[in-house]
């Protein structure tokens, strides 16, 4: 590999190379000239104006990223699962039902390994670790960036263009911390772009098989951070494979190592938990294609901070430089480059389309954002770039002084019943107001909440009643008290359970020997597995009737206390039944059953199956197909 990061193939007598003089070096031990690390060292190191270009949004954003930080309840379920984790009992929501809550393999597991070293609680070890991790992966996409257009044009000045935008949008800084995984795949994002721009600073089949491999294995890794990011994991080895001139050994060896651990989860996973992809893909029925819902969504995230404005003026500087790029005798193999995360981001918005979004204002848009600006995070100064970049930067004061979505962001469409629902929500704000700090980092802040909750919890556990409670939001919507409960089935090994929308939440407040009874399919077998009941927001399309999960863990002999307007006789009696007929049974089987070779081997085998399943959400029907 050359010394410097310019391409092999680049004209020696660009117009924009940077003009030879001569200077003194250091002797070598050899004699005199420069050492080749040395010469590549000073090559790679910024210069002190690219510094302060690189340094000013990078602090903004760290700034802005400490000043928004909060945790929410998707990152309260991550937490749990690491206290599970640590107690020795696997990874598990609740003791004695397996269910992957976890929508971030990787996220989960960093988080594990920080959990034996942080001084801090799960939740702020959490939100603190994102923030890190999101600002050193905005960094080194800078760098990277500088990188690249330092060996396409060494003497010119660089802007912040892509910088300021997406330092710019408020929604933004809220995910940098939230505790889930976003820190995570910017960083992840940022690493494979820096490792994509060192294969093509190399001579076409001048790197070695091992770097490629081990870029390959980094590539491979898109999924574990999150399933949909597969398709950023094809884009980046396919642009790997060109910029190497990978022939056919190579290409499968690439493919084999990309896919290695990712494969290798997946057959845990199948074992272990009985499914193919993880319990919240099941709930929120990844394979349905909701294009309408899905538009919406990309949309949402557009309209408060008009982002089609610096979106224009970007377009117009990313046209300039692909007509400068066709001049240059390696024009296709930077075009590439260039293209790589572009086509990324289009997969990953067509598929986020598809699949009808998500309930969180922004959430799964910032990375793709991320990638569609890698390229233009900072350009070249000249005559046209230089007014365009001023006015991204003025956009970008307005928008991050003023543009502000509100909290319901986007209703649904008419089509999906006569009155709107809340499809689309700014999660921040939501819960700023609900726990009334302005940074609710901590469990504690969000358990604040729900403190009768917590309080009859608590006293249960401490007394050893084994009962099951109801929220108290929950339990008043069906004109119930507050410590409304039913006796827990006597085979159950937890000592107490609580029936709850907020599964986080109701982990935060349920100890670990306790059973969090969700609402909503993210962490319930049967929830996850019923057919839709609500099609307003993703994630949020399968609430489980009372009946299923009285049905599931309380003494059957207590039955007849259950108050009819919480759930019939008859729907009980019905969903009880069902639980011990064919496929219900053998799923409830697979999660329920003690973890054993033939029980691994047996949920393995018909995992496929068994995530296909899906059961009518009322009991009576249940019982008509099963029985």
């Not at 970007?314 to 572009?342: I, Q």
Request: aromatic share 10%; charged share 20%; glycine share 8%.
């Amino acid at each position: 590999m050359p010394p410097t990061s310019v391409p092999a193939t680049a004209p020696a007598d660009s117009a924009d190379a940077e003009p030879t003089r001569p200077r003194p070096t250091a002797p070598d031990r050899e004699g005199g000239g420069t050492r080749p690390f040395v010469r590549a060292l000073r090559r790679r190191m910024p210069r002190p104006v690219d510094l302060v270009v690189m340094l000013v949004p990078t602090v903004i954003l760290a700034v802005m990223g400490w000043h928004r930080r909060w945790m929410t309840d998707d990152g309260l379920i991550f937490t749990r699962v690491v206290r599970q984790i640590a107690a020795g009992n696997g990874p598990v929501y609740s003791i004695g039902e397996r269910a992957e809550t976890s929508t971030s393999t990787a996220w989960q597991w960093v988080l594990v390994a920080f959990h034996g070293v942080s001084p801090l609680p799960p939740a702020e070890t959490a939100v603190y670790l994102g923030l890190a991790l999101s600002v050193t992966g905005f960094w080194i996409a800078l760098d990277t960036t500088r990188r690249l257009h330092r060996a396409l044009s060494a003497k010119r000045f660089l802007l912040p263009a892509g910088a300021l935008v997406f330092v710019a949008v408020p929604v933004n800084w809220d995910f940098l911390t939230a505790g889930m995984e976003m820190g995570l795949v910017v960083f992840w994002t940022a690493v494979s772009w820096s490792l994509l721009v060192t294969a093509w600073a190399a001579p076409v089949g001048g790197v070695g098989t091992r770097r490629v491999l081990a870029t390959s294995f980094w590539f491979g890794l898109g999924p574990l951070m999150r399933p949909d990011l597969v398709l950023t994991s094809v884009a980046l080895l396919g642009a790997l494979a060109v910029l190497t001139a990978a022939r056919w050994p190579r290409l499968v060896a690439m493919a084999a190592v990309a896919g290695a651990l990712p494969a290798a989860y997946e057959v845990f996973r199948m074992g272990y938990y009985g499914l193919v992809f993880p319990m919240p893909a099941l709930t929120k029925e990844a394979g349905d294609s909701l294009w309408e819902r899905g538009r919406d969504y990309v949309l949402d995230y557009e309209r408060p901070y008009r982002l089609w404005i610096p979106a224009m003026l970007l377009l117009v500087v990313a046209v300039r430089g692909a007509v400068l790029l066709g001049r240059r005798r390696d024009a296709n193999r930077t075009w590439l480059l260039f293209a790589a995360p572009l086509v990324a981001a289009l997969a990953q918005t067509l598929y986020l389309a598809k699949v009808g979004g998500d309930f969180m204002h922004g959430r799964l848009m910032l990375p793709i954002m991320f990638l569609v600006l890698l390229p233009l995070l900072l350009v070249p100064f000249d005559k046209l770039s230089a007014p365009l970049v001023a006015s991204v930067a003025v956009w970008a004061l307005l928008c991050g002084m003023d543009m502000r979505s509100g909290v319901v962001t986007t209703l649904t469409s008419a089509h999906y019943g006569e009155v709107p629902q809340n499809q689309t929500w700014n999660e921040r704000r939501v819960y700023v107001g609900d726990t009334g700090k302005q940074n609710p980092v901590s469990s504690q802040s969000h358990i604040a909440y729900l403190r009768k909750s917590y309080s009859l919890v608590v006293r249960a556990d401490a007394a050893g009643k084994h009962v099951m409670y109801l929220d108290h939001g929950y339990a008043k919507a069906y004109g119930l008290p507050a410590d409304f409960s039913l006796p827990l089935r006597p085979d159950l090994r937890n000592d107490v359970a609580l029936v709850i929308g907020r599964l986080g939440l109701g982990g935060a407040i349920v100890p670990l020997d306790g059973m969090v009874a969700d609402l909503w399919g993210l962490s319930s077998t049967i929830g996850a597995h019923i057919e839709q009941t609500h099609f307003a927001a993703a994630g949020h399309q399968k609430l489980l009737p009372p009946a299923w999960n009285v049905a599931l863990y309380v003494d059957p002999a207590a039955f007849k206390d259950v108050p009819p307007q919480f759930a019939s006789q008859e729907a009980i009696r019905a969903a009880y039944r069902t639980l011990g007929c064919g496929k219900v049974a053998e799923l409830i089987d697979s999660v329920t059953e003690p973890m054993s070779m033939k029980r691994f081997w047996d949920n393995l085998t018909g995992a496929y199956d068994r995530t296909k399943l899906r059961i009518p959400s009322d009991p009576i029907e249940a019982e008509r197909k099963f029985c």
